[in-house]
T-cell receptor, first 111, second 115 residues
Framework: QKEVEQNSGPLSVPEGAIASLNCTYS??????FFWYRQYSGKSPELIMF????GDKEDGRFTAQLNKASQYVSLLIRDSQPSDSATYLC???????????FGSGTRLQVQP | GAGVSQSPSNKVTEKGKDVELRCDPI?????LYWYRQSLGQGLEFLIY????????KSGLPSDRFSAERTGGSVSTLTIQRTQQEDSAVYLC?????????????FGPGTRLTVL
């Protein structure tokens, strides 16, 4: 079992719809969770992080964390074609500084 | 302010040669990380520096890989006797090094191709 799992996609949504990206993790000692966006040929850029159970909103993005079920999700409201990218879920375990990344979900927003 | 910078942006080398990759972190960031991303693969952690020391080297794949950081700033990742499987994008990230939600910011990466 991979430490951080994501559906590779592609996830295709129409412009203006809500895109829902999911991530599960195996280590219950994980404490912080990050979402990065990576455009083709570019480096990852941070979207947001979450460390408490519940929802955290930032503009069109909402991160959701459920530690009991060991999953974290990212919702993108009013999806735009410019949101088309690979979304990487990353987890930091207690006592470690390094991030463990999932393999990413490719999102395609259709105009 | 300036972000993380890396050089060179692209490096093509022959199998068996040594290469050096450079990372210049965000000013004031004490923590520095090296990752690599192979074609179709996720990001793989290599090494973490806090200041000039490396408390976590667990991701280095073999003793051909080494890294150093001097003056609490610039870091160099060295790969000796390169192999074709070393071909990847090598990404550097830096962070303030404070707190559990300390966020890492990535540089543009160095694309290494070993022929």
């Amino acid at each position: 079992q991979k430490e951080v799992e994501q559906n590779s996609g592609p996830l295709s949504v129409p412009e203006g719809a809500i895109a829902s990206l999911n991530c599960t993790y195996s280590d219950r000692g994980s404490q912080s969770f990050f979402w990065y966006r990576q455009y083709s040929g570019k480096s990852p850029e941070l979207i947001m992080f979450i460390y408490s159970n519940g929802d955290k909103e930032d503009g069109r993005f909402t991160a959701q964390l459920n530690k009991a079920s060991q999953y974290v999700s990212l919702l993108i409201r009013d999806s735009q074609p410019s949101d088309s990218a690979t979304y990487l879920c990353a987890v930091r375990r207690t006592g470690r500084r390094a991030l463990t990344f999932g393999s990413g979900t490719r999102l395609q927003v259709q105009p | 302010g300036a972000g993380v910078s890396q050089s060179p942006s692209n490096k093509v080398t022959e199998k068996g040669k040594d290469v050096e990759l450079r990372c210049d972190p965000i000013s004031g960031h004490t923590a520095l990380y090296w990752y690599r991303q192979s074609l179709g693969q996720g990001l793989e952690f290599l090494i973490y520096f806090q200041g000039n020391s490396a408390p976590d080297k667990s991701g280095l794949p073999s003793d051909r890989f080494s890294a150093e950081r001097t003056g609490g700033s610039v870091s160099t990742l060295t790969i000796q006797r390169t192999q074709q499987e070393d071909s990847a994008v090598y990404l550097c990230a830096s962070s303030s090094g404070l707190g559990g939600t300390d966020t890492q910011y990535f540089g543009p990466g160095t694309r290494l191709t070993v022929l």
